[in-house]
Each structure stands twice: as structure tokens, then as C-alpha cells.
Nanobody, 124 residues
Framework: QVQLVESGGGLVQAGGSLRLSCAAS????????MGWFRQAPGKEREFVAA????????YYADSVKGRFTISRDNAKNTVYLQMNSLKPEDTANYYC?????????????????WGQGTQVTVSS
């Protein structure tokens, strides 16, 4: 069964950048869409970005468009989230998720496996 492990979170000042990584186990990574979600204290988990199995289609939440970029390297079984121009409201635990279909999904229940999360804190 697939395991997802996020890394790259940390503390950064407003306006700074971070790149999150999610490493996936298994031989079927290239067949599946991947997504990033985040959850801040006291709030529901929300969609951030998604990418289809071959990287040809990407989708972003309005709150991160123009600042975040999702990408994947299927040879490395890894998906990335490049986060630029970070704002305090981006502070959250960020989760990587795998959907067992090639096409992207924008809803939490479209995904079949989840990582443990990595914390991103943006100071003002």
C-alpha cells in the first residue's frame, strides 16, 4: 500500500518562499493524480492544488493562484509545492494526497491516501 511522506515545512517570514516535497512509495505513482491540502487551527482542511498523473493539468485554489506552483517528477515518485510570496494566512499543516485515478480531484473525498502533514508557519 502507498505511503506518502511530506517534508520541507518550517518557519518563514512573510514574503519568503518554501518548497514542500511529498515522496510516494509504490510502482503506480505515475498513474495517479496528486494533491495538496492544508488545515489551519480551528478550520476545516481545504484544497490547495492538484496535478494529474502526467503533469499536464494543474488546478489551484483562488487563494494561492499566482503564488504557489505544483509539479511532479514521476521518475522520483515525488510531487512538489513551490510556495512564493508567503502570507501569514498561509500558516497551516500541509498534507499530500494521492487519488487513484489519472484525472485531478478538487475535493477531499476524491483522494485515497494521505501523508502525515508538514507544518508551515509564516510570521509577519
Amino acid at each position: 500500500q502507498v505511503q506518502l511522506v511530506e517534508s520541507g515545512g518550517g518557519l518563514v517570514q512573510a514574503g519568503g518562499s518554501l518548497r514542500l516535497s511529498c515522496a510516494a512509495s509504490g510502482r503506480t505513482f505515475s498513474n495517479y493524480a496528486m494533491g495538496w491540502f492544508r488545515q489551519a487551527p480551528g478550520k476545516e482542511r481545504e484544497f490547495v492544488a492538484a496535478i494529474n498523473c502526467n503533469g499536464g493539468n494543474t488546478y489551484y485554489a483562488d487563494s494561492v493562484k499566482g503564488r504557489f506552483t505544483i509539479s511532479r517528477d514521476n521518475a522520483k515518485n515525488t510531487v512538489y509545492l513551490q510556495m512564493n510570496s508567503l502570507k501569514p494566512e498561509d500558516t497551516a499543516n500541509y498534507y499530500c494526497a494521492e487519488r487513484e485515478k489519472c484525472g485531478t480531484g478538487l475535493q477531499e473525498n476524491a483522494y485515497d491516501a494521505w501523508g502525515q502533514g508538514t507544518q508551515v508557519t509564516v510570521s509577519s
